[in-house]
Structure formats: C-alpha cells, structure tokens
C-alpha cells in the first residue's frame, strides 16, 4: 500500500526561528494536504495543493507540491508558542470515476517550541 | 458553517460490547469518511460515503465493523464484540466534493476498551 516518510520525527526550535518539514511517498499523489493536531482534537486543515510545483502560502505557512508528485513541503516562518503541535501531511489520489480515495497520512513531525 | 461534529467524545467499554458514534459532517457536504488513530500515528482511512452510497472500505475495517449514512446526512459508525484493539481515536472528516475535495476533520471519539 502507499507510505508516506514525513521528517523529522520530531523538532525543537526556539521561539521566532522558522521550521521546515517534509513528506516523501513511494506513489503519486494527485493532491497534497497538511493539517495540525492539537492533543485531544481532528486535524485541522492548514493547506491543500492541486498541482505540481504549486506554491501556497497560509500566512506564515508556506507548502510546496512536488514536481515529481511524490513529495510536499511545509515552512512555517517566525515561529510562536501557538504553533506547537502535530502537523501531518497527508496525500490524496483521485480515480477515473471522479471519487477520491481516503487520505493516506504521514507519521506527523512534533513541533516543540522553547521560549 | 457549522463544523463536523462527533458524538461522543469519549467511549470507555468492557471488551466484547457493542459500541455505535455519529458523526454530523458540515451541511452539503456530500463526502463523509471515517478513520481510526492511534497513538503516535496518523490517522487511517476506514470508510468512505458518497451520499448514502458506501463507495469504498478499507482492509482495515474488520467484519465486526459497520458503517451507515442512511439518508446522505449524518453517519454512524458501529463496532461488535469490541476487543482491546480496538481502543483509538475514530475520526470522522468530510467534503464537498464538488466545490473540492479538501476534508474537514470532527474532534473525534476517543475509544477505550477495558
């Protein structure tokens, strides 16, 4: 089945540095999405992409599709304690008949902010 | 809108009984789906709605597992003979379909079987 590699496992940062995190697949995906997850709740949905090579910014969140369709990226710039939390990737394929397949997600990247 | 909502929160029972969640996605949502996570995991997909119609299970979704969406609105999602496995989060999430396929995620049900 399909597998996404999401990097790192988990990051410490301090407060007003930027982050950087990545999810890699062994398939193609059609689209890529990126949530956040606080403790005790859903995802929450912070950026979707259609297309390959798409560049989308959600204030200062920055996510990028990959050109080969098998990778994403997400930067968050100037980093503050709300940021704290689980952000998982999660990619999406689409079939002929115009459905669309569950998300696969990645394991999630435990961002930990120190002040 | 009104986001998706689960209900209940939070399920604690006895290994071997029957437990049953809904979830209400955001209205016109056609799509529904249905996942299980567990801890230090991304979710996983169990299920997935059309409006009523049942398009697509995972191998995940054992034989004591069943899902409903009786009239394309809100969703239940009933486990049998519940065994210790089975203690998760069972999330729900939907979308339009039409106007996108982004999925909008409920709190979830947290499930603890003793």
């Known amino acids: 089945g399909q597998q996404l590699n999401q990097s790192p496992q988990s990051m410490f940062i301090q407060e007003g540095e930027d982050v950087s995190m990545n999810c890699t697949s062994s398939?193609?995906?059609?689209?890529w999405l990126w949530y956040k997850q606080d403790p005790g709740e859903g995802p929450v949905l912070l950026i979707a992409?259609?297309?390959?090579?798409e560049l989308t910014s959600n204030g200062r969140l920055t996510a990028q599709f990959g050109i080969t369709r098998k990778d994403s990226f997400l930067n968050i710039s100037a980093s503050i304690p709300s940021d704290v939390g689980i952000y998982f990737c999660?990619?999406?394929?689409?079939?002929?008949?115009?459905?669309?397949?569950?998300?696969?997600f990645g394991k999630g990247t435990h961002l930990i902010i120190q002040p | 809108d009104t986001g998706v909502s689960q209900d209940p929160r939070h399920k604690i029972t006895k290994r071997g009984q029957n437990v049953t969640f809904r979830c209400d996605p955001i209205s016109e949502h056609n799509r529904l789906y249905w996942y299980r996570q567990t801890l230090g995991q991304g979710p996983e997909f169990l299920t997935y709605f059309q409006n009523e119609a049942q398009l697509e299970k995972s191998r995940l979704l054992s034989d004591r597992f069943s899902a409903e969406r009786p009239k394309g609105s809100f969703s239940t999602l009933e486990i049998q003979r519940t065994e210790q496995g089975d203690s998760a989060m069972y999330l729900c999430a939907s979308s339009h379909g039409v106007r996108g396929n982004e999925q909008f995620f409920g709190p979830g049900t947290r499930l603890t079987v003793l």
């Open positions: 999660a990619g999406q394929s689409f079939y002929s008949g115009g459905g669309a397949d569950g998300l696969t």
């Open positions: 398939s193609i995906f059609n689209t």
């Open positions: 992409l259609y297309k390959a090579g």
